[in-house]
């Protein structure tokens, strides 16, 4: 598959992420229990994963790296992607989708910083500032204007919703960093790396579950006994989006990069917004149409080539010009 192809479904995938998690609350609460969710999609993606490898060892043998100092590698990032997971549901509690969108914004610019100081991975100056123009498109769109409604609309949600946006948003940059080094440091078959990310992942997520049983005194029940409990058809959608999102951004951390990862997702938020005036009666704004296009502009300079974006000097037509005949 082309990176191009998979980061578009990526940012279906993700746009509808927030929706559907909204749409699965009732009365603006979660009638199940949010911290199940990622460990089911965790579930999910290691199913598929292991399924995949198996088809893929029918072929010919996967290339699998079994020395316990690389496989110990992985926990790291199932550690972090467990408490973002969590903390993201947890934002969903007080803010709006697109609120929680626009908490996402400083992960453009840490993911580049990470990018670049532990990836070693050079960006010229024009993608630099295209990184930068990213941010400012996605924050523009968001942007309230104070003409019919009040300017306190700017910050209407708690101060625990953005505490938790923006820890949100620095723990998938330092994720998405880290998950593309282990991706990238051997040839390892996707589907082998994919296992073993995730079998940590469900682990350590069944063990945060467990975790807070055992700190509520298990008034709730054991796992296994609610594990289910309030689950409806949106609910599993959130799941199934959750876990098939996860499949896609380890193929473009193994094929592609982060910064492709970045701009599906931010693409993403403005589709988010974009939908949400269909089906949450959002009014459009003229700071969604400025980001929306600022946002393409972006797109256009950080992945054209430079000779599309700055007018080189053609020398040797010129030299060639003041030569005498």
């Not at 969108?101 to 990018?115: A, C, D, E, P, Y």
């Not at 296994?224 to 959130?238: D, H, K």
């Not at 473009?252 to 931010?266: E, F, W």
Request: proline share 3%; aromatic share 14%.
């Amino acid at each position: 598959m082309q990176w191009y192809f998979v980061a578009a479904l990526l940012t279906l995938l993700t746009s509808s992420q927030g929706i559907l998690t909204t749409l699965s609350q009732s009365n603006g609460k979660y009638k199940y229990d949010y911290a199940t969710v990622p460990f089911l999609a965790e579930i999910f993606k290691l199913l598929v994963s292991g399924f995949l490898l198996w088809k893929e060892g029918r072929t010919s043998p996967p290339r699998m790296t079994t020395e316990w100092k690389s496989v110990l590698l992985f926990p790291i990032p199932s550690i972090i992607y467990l408490v973002h997971n969590n903390v993201q549901f947890a934002t969903l509690t007080f803010v709006d989708p697109s609120t929680y969108q626009i908490m996402g914004n400083l992960k453009i610019v840490t993911t580049g910083i990470l990018f670049r100081l532990f990836l070693r991975r050079k960006l010229s100056n024009l993608q630099w500032m295209a990184i930068i123009l990213l941010a400012l498109g996605t924050t523009t769109s968001q942007v309230k204007g104070c003409g019919e409604s009040s300017c306190d609309s700017l910050f209407s949600a708690p101060i625990e919703g953005y505490m938790l946006g923006l820890l949100s948003a620095c723990l998938s940059a330092l994720a998405g960093v880290y998950t593309e080094y282990l991706m990238k440091k051997n040839n390892d078959s996707l589907y082998w790396q994919n296992v073993q990310l995730y079998t940590f992942g469900a682990i350590f997520n069944m063990a945060w579950l467990f975790w807070e049983d055992f700190r509520v005194g298990f008034e709730k029940g054991l796992l296994w006994q609610r594990l289910f409990n309030g689950y409806t058809i949106m609910t599993w959608l959130v799941v199934l989006n959750l876990g098939s999102s996860g499949l896609l951004v380890s193929w473009l951390m193994k094929y592609a990069d982060n910064i492709v990862k970045v701009y599906s997702t931010s693409m993403a938020m403005l589709l988010t917004m974009v939908l949400s005036i269909y089906l949450f009666n959002v009014k459009p704004t003229v700071q969604l149409f400025l980001g929306i296009v600022i946002c393409i502009m972006s797109i256009h300079m950080y992945f054209a080539p430079a000779n599309m974006l700055v007018d080189l000097p053609t020398t040797s037509k010129a030299a060639g010009l003041g030569q005498p005949e």
